[in-house]
């Protein structure tokens, strides 16, 4: 992904509808830094051919992501050179926005906020941080730790209970032996731990992780490493 700062943002708008379409590119012309470069009805329709020396950013507009929608963007975020996705949506559910995560969404934004909340995704994503609409906080937590019955069984995307306190020392800048001997584990079992989290959040280094747990709250909750790290009984994945 691109990321001089004088480059310009290139975005790919998704729409159904021709109005939102419409909406969209005039709030993206509107801003000097960022390019409309291509508008469809449907990802499934563009997904194939779409590639990063064209397009930085998919900004996918759907009123509810369904299972197509989430086909598409993994299949767009799988390739080595594609795009990052952003998802526009009205539904705020925990399992839709764990479902576009663990496809590989980048950024995730209610319908609902500002104009300005949308251009702040893209700049935000274009600069390789994960974004979540502000009023989503809570609510991607409960999705993170899989607090919802309903949520899809797969691996990428929930973490259990042992891996939020893993996450949650690697945060606190905790190394990968101080974690076992605080969790009590060794340090093989903590790498291992490590490595499931950065696939499930589809994250590579971290900074990425840092970024990512400041958005869904969890950097307020990690103030006191000793009390997070604290051993807890239950099974654990």
Known sequence: MPSQANKKIRVFVISSYGIARAGLRSLLQSANDIDVVGEAEKLTLVADTMN??????????VDVPNPADVRAI???????????????????EPTHIRTCMAAGAFGYVLKQSSPGEVLLALRSVFHDHRFFDHDLSDTITRALIGQVSTAPTSERGHL??????????????????????????????VETYRARIYQKLNCQTRAEVVHYASAVGLLASADDPTEVLRVTTGNYI
């Not at 259990?160 to 093989?188: D, H, P, W, Y």
């Open 74 to 92: 993994a299949g767009v975020t799988a390739k080595a050179s594609g795009p990052r996705v952003i998802v526009l949506t009205g539904s705020g």
């Open 160 to 189: 259990s209970c042992r891996e939020m306190q893993v996450l949650k020392g690697i945060v606190a800048g905790f190394t990968n032996r101080e974690l076992a001997t605080k969790m009590q584990l060794s340090i093989k079992t």
């Open 52 to 61: 990063a020396s064209s397009t930085d950013i998919v900004l996918l507009d």
